[in-house]
């Protein structure tokens, strides 16, 4: 259900059930966790790219699992979501998603948490839990309002409705709308990772405001003594 391969800097995490539209079962989610977290484990590693196979990037759940849920494993099955999420969020180098076709539900919420979202244009997102008398619970209701801002989270919740990648792109929803977004983590990966990682922490950081500045400005000077060399022959330029 998951597949991996790593390049040139950049980890490869292929949601691979085309059949369901890469809809995920709860072992699909833990092993999309162990493969953005073990990704991390390289210093070296530059980016993730997560991508869907065939002609969707993810479904969300997969209903037929949902449907068998009594309230006590839905609960636990949300929050499974949600840990795999946060494990994207969370992970040390970027997380691009390369939405090529159809995002669903979870789907989207798997997008949202990575760090940047690319989209070709075949690309569409929906939240339509709705519709089922539903709603999106691996991290939607917070990332899609702090990503979208309000207005457009709910209208998006409440209405179920579809957006393609150009809309998407113009209300924030997706970084960048291109033919090849596999391009994108591949033009991350002739950086420095460790610069990545730290532009990430700091970004990431949800920390009182104060103590945020002392960290970026102990990340830079750490930075400017890695780079101390390259800083130089730039200047000699």
């Not at 539209?21 to 953005?36: C, I, K, M, S």
């Not at 798997?110 to 619970?137: K, Q, Y």
């Not at 990648?165 to 990966?189: I, K, N, Y």
């Amino acid at each position: 259900m998951i597949r991996t391969h790593d390049a040139d800097g950049v980890r490869v995490v292929t949601l691979d059930r085309p059949d369901r539209r890469n809809a995920l079962t709860p072992e699909g989610l833990d092993a999309l966790e162990a493969a953005v977290t073990d990704a991390g484990t390289d210093p070296d590693r530059a980016a993730v790219y997560l991508r869907g196979a065939g002609s969707a990037f993810c479904a969300g759940a997969d209903l037929d699992v949902v449907a068998d849920l009594d309230r006590e494993a839905a609960e636990a099955f949300a929050e499974r979501g949600q840990r795999v999420a946060d494990a994207i969020e969370a992970a040390d180098c970027p997380v691009v998603a390369g939405v090529d076709g159809a995002a669903r539900g979870g789907g989207v919420e798997l997008a949202l948490a990575c760090d940047l979202r690319v989209a070709t244009p075949a690309a569409s997102f929906a939240e339509p839990g709705v519709r089922l008398g539903l709603f999106g619970a691996w991290g939607g209701t917070v990332r899609l309002p702090r990503i979208v801002g309000e207005g457009e989270a709910l209208d998006l919740m409440l209405s179920g409705r579809t957006v393609d990648a150009e809309q998407a792109h113009r209300m924030g929803l997706v970084s960048r709308v291109t033919d090849e977004p596999r391009a994108v983590a591949d033009e991350l990966a002739t950086h420095d990772s460790t610069t990545l990682r730290e532009i990430k922490a700091r970004m990431r950081d949800r920390s009182p405001e104060d103590e945020q500045a002392r960290r970026e400005a102990r990340a830079f000077a750490a930075l400017v003594e890695r780079h101390a060399a390259d800083i130089r022959d730039e200047r000699a330029e």
